[in-house]
């Protein structure tokens, strides 16, 4: 999982960032990514792909990535989705995430093929959450925090229980959206 980051090293690279999000496919809220730059490269929890952890496993993780790497989140609400499409909207919050660094990083490795407007020298990497250390991290972080905004959101929006099906296009979401509607937080491009 430190291939790409290694990689990089031995390239004269000193400060790597993995970035990834969460939330891109959803009918609702934001989009959230993260920018990961290790301090450390063991950890005791399993670092992986978040699609494939748990929810214990993630909340576990989250903790010892905070304490092990500086970190940075990018969140694009809904309204902006709307307003600049999906992609666009993703490319923002890659952007923030970076720009919100206390870090500056001088390499990127970004999960997924996606261009930013940086000037950061970057690697896209195709599942790069199951390739690489900083990628997988940055995967974990964005999961739980956007988790976190959506089970806000469902104090809020009870009717749609955000707090399981995190906005995502479930059976059960759309039976919701069928009987009441789109709440404030759903992407109006996306269920139209």
Request: aromatic content about 12%.
């Amino acid at each position: 999982m430190f291939y790409y980051e290694s990689k990089a090293i031995k390239n004269g690279y000193n400060v790597i960032c993995g970035l990834d999000e969460v939330g891109r496919g959803a009918l609702s809220g934001p989009v959230v990514t993260a920018a990961v730059i290790l301090k450390e490269k063991k950890f005791k929890h399993r670092i992986y792909d978040s699609k494939c952890l748990s929810a214990h496993q993630r909340e576990e993780a989250f903790f010892e990535i905070v304490e092990k790497t500086s970190f940075a989140f990018g969140i694009v609400n809904e309204t902006i989705i709307d307003a600049i499409n999906i992609l666009k909207a993703t490319k923002k919050a890659f952007e923030l995430a970076v720009l919100n660094l206390k870090t500056k990083p001088d390499y990127l490795l970004i999960d997924g093929n996606i261009d930013l407007n940086l000037e950061h020298p970057l690697k896209k990497i195709i599942k790069g959450d199951t390739k690489s250390l900083s990628i997988a991290c940055a995967s974990i972080i964005a999961k739980v925090y956007r988790d976190r905004i959506m089970n806000i959101y469902h104090k809020i929006y009870p009717n749609y229980n955000f707090n399981k099906n995190k906005g995502y296009g479930t059976k059960e979401h759309f039976k919701y959206l069928k009987k009441f509607g789109p709440c404030p937080i759903h992407r109006k491009t996306f269920i139209e």
